[in-house]
């Protein structure tokens, strides 16, 4: 065990910190409702902040034990009872223990944020697990969380920072997340049966305060926290506490051996409710011909009655052996049409995952022409091309067969993200997602959504992965004029889906590929254009309102009474040449020449020296022309 | 009553493996048609290339691997083309059947069953199996399976008949349309072809990324020879004159090439014996030899 010169751990009780999880998970798992008069062992006692909360709520005897004098001295002068030990070996441990319980019951024993400073924590828990088993009694522990994201995304961003305790308190010797514990534990021979973990925003590695992964309203953080968050819920855990119970100790390093997992390239998700048992055959046909066969095939049978089970299972015994020997049938009897590709997902063993629905059509370079595509762009989502083409079934001499009845119509040839904003133009079967996506990002379908939940899917797996484009064509999108997916779901469903896809897009930072800035300013000079385009429209429009006005103004004038009346007062400049005024003199005038000719006309003398006529006339209720 | 079959595929340059992916297949068919009456499969490679494909270890691990069914290999030492290959393959058969079949056709698991049912309609004289991945588009009747003509990729008909219509026109066709031919032969007997939508095989073709056909020259080339000679012998010297023009004014190389051999043909009178004068069987619409239901 490594001692701190620089921290004696000397912390107060609280219900919220791990003291107060600690006693919470005993008192749900043990019987206090009597004073049993049985001993709680704490190993690596301290100063034994649990110690009146055992003795009180938990009803037993408090027993310490730590190589640290002040933290036992501080026992020993509130009543408890008290043993130094320096914890080293198993036996020595073991032996210890036993001679401190003698006689008396053993109840329960916890070791709490000790573990993490043993060299040899496997064998003080293997100490602790003998006796445990011995006195059937309960362990608990627990020990700092490595997995916190303060520390992770400092470290990701190259910052790493050991405190005098903590986290990353400077002694610890081993580092645990959830997973390693309950190896460790399971190697010692104690099975976790409960969890109170503590979990805190922000821990004692929430510095420094002006590291921008830290601050709260950076995009960086808000990325990193929603990619973390859906990885596990260790994120936000300071500390586990965890119950556990003796059990057969499992063998072989408590460690992961890094080694090359032989994994085939392709796990092929194929989603059948068994309705077109003819064309799961075509299906399976066109697997039989594919040119890699380096893949693997889960049927999930959604909801399946017992007819079409042994129909399915009838096309998968149908098959050349060594395609059966690829293909497994896994049934699913709750959820939504997306649970199942939640289902095959997780039992995918290929470094790429596929989904390919029962009624659409792989060409033979189905599989290959993803596995070429890896081989440039590895762990990118795959995508080539399919063609859609509308099929119908058609039933000759009493036998289903499928036949095309328009001819087949490629996708878009490369995968553009900004366009697939808008809606899915990457049917199922042009698709292959990296394994880790799912199964180290965690990354799920949602099943919330009834309806494009692959591309709901495609959209959260491109803007994290990145998508490589092949143009293609490797199968054919099969569209059924009855009986299709559009025709299952009402027009709402499908728009609400698009809205919730679209808002969820929307709601937090993405990662968008290179090369889309250029897309998004060339669409940004694209809608410039049209908006310029739209008011110069507006403008002419308008223009040419107040240019018919300003005509119909002048018409009135040069064709009024008082004007014609008024003639003689003009004959003097024409003969000097001017013209008669004519509303065709006008026409093609610019507004500012119009209003110029009206000004001109309004202020002549001849229609100056006519206002009193006009007057008069408008008093009379005379049309004023 | 206990069926016999020969499949025949005539092959050149063919690699091994796409031998064998077919095979894994063919043996599986064939094992699931026993309960059917099929009691005897015999599978015949005819090998027109240069030089032989297949070794006899070759052959031998084959006929090891898949002792269920007979393999035979027949090297040609010549290219006897398509239609020369199963004529000399199909003068050895015994079988009830004949089952003519691209040697790279997969085909699935129950395609023999869906390829010999139809047969218990005497009135029909062929079977042809759907093409996947890409259907071909020719028209054919929804209720009873009957149309134009056959692709011999995967096509099924009575040895009697392939012998009373004296098999594939080897003298005019060499690579393409003598399925066409064939076909319509097999109609002027009264009998009728259809097409069993529920018998699929798998014939690995692909799309250009345009998602059109990328026929090879050879292809291009025989393709353009046949529609000549397929529409003057059967009697449609108009479209014969129309297409030759066409491709003379408009033709790429191998049109045009074609043209030359046509004349050739003409010259040293070698061109077939026309028939079908009343026009009863043979279909010419839009350049193709049934209706399309839609244009690849």
């Known amino acids: 065990m490594i001692t701190n010169p620089f921290n004696e751990y000397k912390n107060e009780y609280a219900f919220d910190n791990v003291y107060g999880h600690l006693i919470e998970i005993l008192k749900r798992n043990l019987d206090t409702s009597t004073q049993s008069g049985a001993v709680h062992l704490d190993i690596g006692c301290g100063y034994g902040a649990i110690a009146e909360h055992i003795t009180g709520e938990v009803g037993r005897i408090y027993v310490g034990i730590d190589a640290n004098k002040s933290g036992l001295k501080s026992l020993k002068d509130r009543g408890f009872e008290t043993h130094e030990h320096f914890l080293e070996s198993q036996e020595g441990a073991l032996s210890f223990f036993e001679r401190v319980i003698g006689d008396r019951k053993l109840g329960s024993i916890s070791m709490l944020d000790t573990l993490e400073h043993l060299p040899n924590g496997l064998s003080i828990l293997k100490a602790i697990a003998t006796l445990a088993s011995k006195h059937r009694a309960m362990v608990a522990i627990s020990v700092p969380n490595i997995q916190h994201r303060d520390i992770g995304f400092k470290l990701a961003l190259g910052s790493i920072a050991y405190t005098d305790a903590g986290l990353l308190d400077h002694t610890h010797v081993m580092m645990y997340d959830y997973d390693h514990l309950d190896r460790v534990l399971r190697h010692a021979g104690l099975r976790i049966c409960d969890q109170n973990h503590v979990r805190v925003n922000h821990s004692d590695q929430f510095f420094p305060r002006d590291h921008p992964v830290l601050q709260s309203a950076t995009t960086i953080r808000a990325f990193l926290k929603y990619i973390r968050a859906g990885v596990n819920d260790q994120d936000q855990i300071n500390q586990f506490v965890v119950a556990a119970l003796p059990c057969e100790p499992i063998t072989g390093p408590t460690f992961e051996t890094v080694h090359d997992v032989d994994r085939p390239f392709l796990s092929i998700v194929t989603r059948t409710q068994g309705k077109r048992i003819h064309t799961l055959v075509e299906y399976f046909t066109c697997l039989a011909g594919q040119v890699c066969r380096d893949f693997e095939v889960f049927v999930v049978g959604h909801r399946l009655s017992l007819e079409r089970q042994i129909a399915i299972e009838q096309v998968i015994e149908d098959l050349p052996l060594w395609l059966k020997d690829k293909t497994k049938l896994i049934r699913v009897d709750h959820g939504n049409r997306t649970h199942p590709l939640n289902v095959g997902f997780a039992q995918a063993n290929g470094r790429y995952i596929a989904i390919h629905d029962d009624d659409d059509i792989p060409m033979g370079h189905w599989v290959d022409s993803f596995r070429k595509l890896a081989i440039d762009n590895d762990g990118a989502l795959l995508r080539c091309v399919s063609s859609l083409q509308n099929v119908e079934t058609v039933s000759i001499r009493g036998r289903d067969g499928v036949r095309s009845i328009g001819k087949a119509a490629p996708y878009p040839s490369e995968f553009d993200f900004i366009q697939h904003l808008s809606g899915n133009y990457s049917p199922n079967n042009t698709l292959a997602f990296p394994r880790g996506v799912f199964h180290h990002l965690n990354m799920r379908f949602d099943e919330s959504l009834t309806t494009t939940e692959d591309w709901d899917y495609i959209m959260r797996v491109a803007s994290v992965v990145g998508v490589a484009s092949s143009p293609e064509i490797t199968g054919t999108y099969q569209w059924w004029e009855t009986g299709n997916s559009r025709a299952m779901h009402t027009d709402n469903e499908w728009t609400l889906n698009m809205a919730w896809i679209q808002e969820k897009l929307d709601s937090r930072p993405i990662l968008i590929p290179a090369g889309t800035v250029r897309k998004i300013l060339s669409l940004w000079e694209r809608a410039e254009h049209v908006n310029f385009l739209r008011s110069e429209i507006d403008r002419n429009r308008n223009e040419a309102v107040d240019q018919q006005n300003l005509l119909r103004e002048i018409d009135d004038i040069i064709n009024s009474t008082s004007w014609k009346l008024s003639a003689p007062m003009r004959w003097p400049k024409r003969m000097l040449g001017a013209r008669s005024s004519r509303l065709t003199d006008y026409l093609g005038l610019s507004v500012q020449q119009l209003q110029e000719t009206r000004r001109r006309l309004l202020s002549s003398r001849s229609w100056r020296a006519t206002r009193p006529m006009r007057a008069v006339a408008r008093l009379f209720k005379v049309p004023p022309n | ?296």
């Open chain 2, 1 to 296: 009553m206990p069926i016999s079959i020969q499949q025949q595929s005539v092959i050149y340059r063919t690699d091994i493996y796409a031998i064998e992916r077919s095979l894994e297949s063919i043996a599986r068919a064939a094992e699931l048609a026993v309960p059917f009456g099929v009691s005897e499969f015999c599978l015949v490679y005819g090998d027109s290339s240069p030089d032989p494909c297949l070794t006899d270890d070759q052959i031998s691990v084959l006929r090891n691997r898949f002792s269920n069914i007979t393999i035979k290999y027949d090297f040609f030492n010549g290219n006897l083309g398509s239609a020369g290959g199963h004529n000399r393959l199909a003068a050895a058969a015994t079988a009830d059947f004949i089952l003519i079949q691209n040697p790279d056709v997969v085909p699935a698991p129950r395609l023999l069953e869906n390829l010999i049912a139809p047969f218990s309609d005497k009135g029909i004289g062929m079977v042809e199996a759907k093409q996947i991945p890409i259907e071909h588009p020719k028209e054919y009747d929804t209720q009873t399976g009957d149309t134009s003509w056959a692709s011999t990729a995967c096509a099924i008909v009575r040895r009697d008949t392939y012998e009373r219509i004296g098999g594939f026109d080897a003298k005019t066709f060499f690579l393409y349309c003598d399925d066409v031919d064939f076909s319509w032969r097999v109609r002027e007997l009264g009998l009728r072809v259809v097409f069993q939508p529920s018998a699929v095989a798998f014939h690995d073709k692909r799309l250009s990324t345009q998602g059109g056909w990328q026929p090879s020259s050879s292809e291009r080339f025989y393709s353009a020879e046949a529609a000549l000679l397929l529409t003057y012998k059967w009697s449609r010297e108009d479209l014969t004159e129309k297409i030759l023009e066409d491709f003379l004014q408009h033709g790429d190389e191998f049109q045009k090439k074609a043209v030359v051999e046509f004349n050739e043909r003409k010259e040293r009178g070698l061109l077939p014996k026309q028939r079908d004068q009343s026009r009863a069987v043979a279909q010419f619409v839009d350049g193709n030899y049934a209706k399309h239901r839609y244009a690849i």
